[in-house]
């Protein structure tokens, strides 16, 4: 059985004398406690050196890809072509397999090869006796150095730093061109004022300037390359009767400098935004297919890199962008913010204002798996996100249409969705009860009730003729019993005026008496 060790300063190929020890994985250290103990337990078969630092990454690149490079091949043909029933002991699986397919060995991998790996590289300085220290150490810090080059230079991970660098130089570049057209229209506004009303756009502004020149000029130009033929008319007529001031040559030299730097930005402008899309259409087309290139360039270049933007859950996706209007919300206990960069996409402009929460939560969703499959998948195309697209698309019609689906059962099923409506009562003003002149009083029944009316009927309703009879009787009997009220008070005066009361009888009879 044998051990196939790798160092940095080439392979090592050692022959176990003792098998029945690799069994032994808990007390395996205790057969490397010393150099005597360790050169008992294994023997040192074969050394392949490498000659250089290229070599030597080489091998390590192959290694960590789980590939058999040239050298190991050639060392292990030699030393185990005689031996057809001999293993041999591997650090690495993925290394293993690929032996066993080249040169048909049966290779060893599990927790006993680990440990035995690990009290090796314990022992190595007196199992490797040909080596001095001192030179395994720089094969090591060179061939360290070396494929850390390699990795920088030829990651995966590191493509995406040139999205980020050309969107941030793209914001910047907006940025200079909205100073410099303020500045130019300022500028160019003192000699010819009515010229910026007119002309909207700002490259044509720009290229009419640097043909013209001062406003005498335009008359005689011909700028229907530049404008439409009405607003050219519309200019030319403007340019006769402008209220602007006198210029030098020298002033409209430098403004037409000026010009010739903002249309060579916006030149170069357009340039690195058709690298930007091809780079992205490169690196994550089904993210770009979704939410547009400037906006998945934006994310890229918010997280850091697409793996990093592959790490963040959906969640994090839709505020990416809005970290401190969520930290003043959960400071002030707030309504937290429903989007970030995702708003700027077509999906979310396209939904009105109350359906863009659910549009950018679902876009959100779609745009992380998309993002993963882009990061980590291993075809690049664009399937996955156009179909997510297509889905989106029609849950946005759903939305703005008013068929909200159940969130339970089949899924298929369409709510049922009564259109509300409000009913609010609205009274009547009569104008006849702001009369002053002098009229005939008229019965309670003659009076108008005040007729309500519904918002969306707008039908009268008037009492029935059964209320109106039944009202008419009840007045009836408070009346009568108002009269019974007051003549009974008048009887009882009537009862004590016709009966004396006992103290005037015993006046009377005092005075019959005497």
């Keep these: 059985m044998f051990v196939l060790y790798e160092t940095p300063a080439g392979y090592a190929i050692f022959k176990l004398l003792d098998e029945k020890k690799l069994e032994q994985v808990d007390n395996l250290y205790l057969e490397f406690e010393t150099p005597e103990k360790a050169n008992k337990l294994l023997k040192l078969k074969h050394f392949e050196k490498f000659n250089d630092t290229t070599e030597a990454l080489a091998a390590a690149t192959a290694a960590v890809e789980g590939k058999v490079a040239k050298p190991l091949k050639k060392t292990l043909k030699k030393l185990l072509v005689d031996e057809v029933q001999s293993s041999l002991l591997v650090a690495d699986a993925k290394l293993g397999t690929a032996i066993k397919e080249k040169l048909s060995v049966q290779c060893v991998y599990n927790t006993g090869v680990q440990e035995l790996m690990r009290c090796i590289r314990q022992q190595a300085d007196s199992l490797l006796g040909g080596l001095p220290k001192r030179e395994m150490t720089a094969m090591a810090l060179g061939l360290a150095h070396s494929l850390s080059r390699y990795k920088l230079k030829f990651s995966p991970d590191k493509i995406d730093t040139m999205i980020v660098q ?19 229209r300022e500028w160019y506004g003192w000699h010819f004022p009515e010229l910026g009303k007119l ?10 300037i640097k043909l013209v020149g001062t ?11 530049i404008l439409p033929e009405d607003v050219e008319q519309q200019v030319k007529e403007a340019a006769e009767i402008s209220m602007g001031t006198e210029i030098s040559d020298e002033d409209v030299l430098n403004i037409q400098c000026l010009c010739d730097e903002i249309i060579s930005i916006n030149d170069y402008r357009t340039h690195l935004y058709d690298y930007l899309k091809a780079r992205m259409m490169a690196m994550a087309p089904n993210l770009s297919v979704l939410v547009g ?20 859950p959906s969640s994090t996706v839709q505020i990416l962008g809005a970290e401190k209007a969520l930290f003043r919300a959960l400071k002030t206990k707030k309504d937290t913010p429903k989007y970030g ?6 999906l979310v402009g396209q939904a009105s204002q109350k359906n863009k ?3 950018s939560r679902s876009l959100a ?6 993002t993963r499959v882009d990061a980590f998948g291993e075809e690049a195309t664009f399937e996955l996100g156009a179909t997510h697209k297509v889905k989106l698309e029609s849950r946005l019609r759903l939305l703005e249409e008013g ?27 009569g104008a006849e009860a702001d009369n002053t002149l002098h009229a005939k009083k008229r019965k309670h029944s003659e009076i108008e009730t005040p007729v309500k009316e519904e918002a969306h009927d707008e039908e009268t309703v008037a009492a029935p003729a059964d209320e109106e009879s039944e009202l008419k009787s009840e007045k009836k009997k408070k009346k009568k019993k108002k009269q019974q009220d007051e003549e009974a008070p008048a009887e009882a005066e009537q009862a004590d005026q016709a009966e004396p009361t006992p103290s005037k009888k015993k006046k009377k009879s005092k005075h019959q008496e005497q």
Excluded: W
Excluded at 215 to 225: E, G, K, P, T, V
Excluded at 296 to 312: F, P, T
Excluded at 341 to 346: G, K, R, S
Excluded at 365 to 370: D, E, G, I, Q, V
């Design 166 to 184: 050309a969107q941030c130089l793209l914001d910047d570049l907006d940025k200079e061109l909205n100073n410099y057209m303020m500045r130019a």
């Design 365 to 370: 969703a779609k745009a992380s798996l998309a």
């Design 403 to 429: 068929n909200l689906r159940k969130l339970s059962g089949t899924g298929k099923a369409k709510a049922k969705f009564e259109k509300y409506q409000s009913k609010s009562e609205v009274f009547t003003y």
């Design 341 to 346: 960069l995702i708003y700027h996409a077509q």
């Design 199 to 208: 002309i909207t756009d700002n490259v044509a502004f720009v290229k009419t």
């Design 215 to 225: 406003r005498d000029n335009m008359s005689a130009a011909d700028l229907s390359d």
């Design 293 to 312: 290139d400037t906006v998945g360039a934006r994310l890229i270049a918010h997280a850091g890199s697409l793996i990093n933007l592959a790490k963040h």
């Design 357 to 359: 929460g659910k549009m």
